[in-house]
């Protein structure tokens, strides 16, 4: 990993500090972070998934996108899920549901893996 990516997961492992993270090196020298344990609002069911991506060896110049949930989550009301989300996807491996929420006005002092994470959960459960 470089140095960059060492920084923003231990970025991530801090604020997500009572979930299970897993995070892996990616040959190129990013990494693929999972966070499980994540709580989504009424809106789904199940109310607990899994967040996956991959933080790409340009980070922080590079947005962390997309995003990746349990593909066994549903909306609770039997409606489909709107724009931003497709799948079902596969991603390293995993049946999932893909979140596209692309930062259009990155600012790397701000917009980093962690916060990128806590604003794609924040979407998702205002959906």
Not at 1 to 10: G, L
Not at 84 to 108: A, H, M, T, Y
Request: with cysteine; net charge neutral; proline share 6%.
């Amino acid at each position: 990993m470089t140095p960059d990516i060492e920084k923003a997961t231990k970025e991530i492992r801090s604020y997500y500090s009572k979930n299970k993270i897993e995070i892996e090196d990616v040959a190129d020298g990013g990494a693929r972070v999972i966070v499980h344990d994540i709580q989504l609002s009424e809106i789904y069911t199940p109310k607990i998934t899994w967040i996956g991506f991959i933080i790409g060896f340009q980070y922080p110049r590079a947005d962390v996108y997309p995003h990746y949930i349990d593909h066994t989550i549903i909306r609770s009301d039997g409606k489909p899920f709107g724009g931003g989300f497709s799948g079902p996807v596969k991603w390293q491996e995993r049946d999932c549901i893909q979140i596209s929420r692309k930062s259009n006005k990155l600012d790397p002092s701000v917009d980093t893996a962690a916060t990128k994470l806590a604003k794609v959960i924040e979407w998702i459960n205002s959906q």
